[in-house]
DNA sequence: ACTTCCTTCAGTGTATACACAAATCCCCGC
DNA sequence: GCGGGGATTTGTGTATACACTGAAGGAAGT
């Protein structure tokens, strides 16, 4: 694995996982000293986390981004726009057979959700399935792409909300549905499916959202 | 203007404007020594072509990307998914002065068409303002940014096209109509307007596209 | 003649040194 | 005591040297 690969994943988990606050600059020279490499893979590091606007480069070093409650709804905005549309266009294109596979596990889920913490990480690896399912089906590299971009900012907010499993056994029921409609053929009830879920999954996030304080450094 | 932005700024010109064939190896010394720069700003700049889509990093050096017919019909899908959306927003909560003038500057467009090549460029730019304005309209960071990492690409798409004064005079007119449906505030309208543009725009690319005949140097 | 191994080399990945810009801080003058 | 100007420090931008890897070409053996 290339020093830079790691730069970026572990500066990428660090801001994902809130353990560096926005706002936080982050120092070519701190930076790389911390992660053992030198400062040029972690230039690199640091310019394509930028571009995933994790971060900015303003004038003077590079700042963990933040995310406010504004940027929560642009997010879903954007996010009820393509997914909408990836939904419906998998309804179109895609195989049912595999989302009516998608569908049966799905309806497990709940199983999944009470139990613990490895039950648990096969639940979220199950939406992913459905995510990568859908990706695949609508066979639109540029569509996934954006997608993919998406994506890394709301598993950013995810962990702002609390998911509960009462939460979660919605979401999955949810989730089957979209899976049901895809698998059936019917791509407006896939979009609509979809934007029911994103809608609940903003309220929740809304509802159960607590600031992260900054954790100023000394 | 700092070296690498140099750099980035003359490939993206070399790309966009077909003097780099697709397939084309961008080789980091060769490169570095054509733009009369180091590896190093180079190597930033390839970073940020690839993560745009122009090049693609393969194993073994950067190479051009290429753009099939599956490619623009996978491109304006997504474009008529951000910018229909887009339009419909614009419409809610853009401000009616702003749209309905530049309406009346698109109904007098087809004077700069005929015209010259400064002429020509004026138009270009009012078509950019339309943009602009409905980026500023929106107020939706992503989505905008998502808008904007797709114009990349359909700008190279548009250089495939023959842009005559025929279909340019037609784009104005439907220009014109998206920007009245937005002043008049109708978000539907302004949808279905946007579609049919770029429908229109999409059969018209297709229909006087020429494939580039790949320039194997040596 | 074909295959296989070794050599060589082109090219990337990384580290480090140097240059330059900006911000801060201290010292001197008032 | 306060303000201004220069030095110092901090950090980025760029260049270059070195290491490593993968591929291509040739030579030798079968």
Redesign the pocket.
């Known amino acids: 694995m ?3 690969d790691k730069a970026y994943a572990a500066l990428r988990d660090d801001i994902i996982e809130w353990r560096l606050a926005p706002g936080t600059v982050l ?4 930076q790389s000293e911390r992660l053992g ?5 972690l ?2 590091a640091l310019g394509r986390l930028s571009a995933e606007g994790l971060t900015a480069a303003g ?4 700042v963990v981004t933040d995310i406010s409650l504004e940027d929560i709804d642009e997010l879903f905005e954007l996010r009820e726009t393509l997914e909408g549309r990836a939904a419906a266009l998998a309804a179109e294109r895609g195989d049912a057979a595999t989302f009516e596979q998608l569908r049966r596990e799905l309806l497990h889920a709940p199983e999944l959700i009470g139990g613990a913490e490895p039950a648990l990480q096969a639940y979220y690896d199950l939406v992913g399935r459905l995510d990568a399912a859908i990706d695949a089906a609508i066979s639109n590299a540029y569509l996934a792409q954006a997608m993919r971009s998406l994506r890394v900012h709301l598993v950013r907010v995810r962990r702002l909300a609390a998911d509960d499993a009462e939460r979660l056994t919605a979401a999955a029921a949810e989730h089957a549905a979209i899976a049901e409609a895809i698998a059936a053929g019917k791509p407006r009830l896939a979009e609509a499916a979809t934007t029911v879920h994103l809608h609940r999954s903003l309220s929740h996030v809304k509802a159960t959202h607590v600031p992260h304080q900054k954790e100023h450094h000394g």
Chains 1, 2 share one sequence.
């Open positions: 290339r020093a830079s120092t070519e020279v701190e490499i030198s400062r040029t893979p230039r690199e004038g003077r070093g590079v």
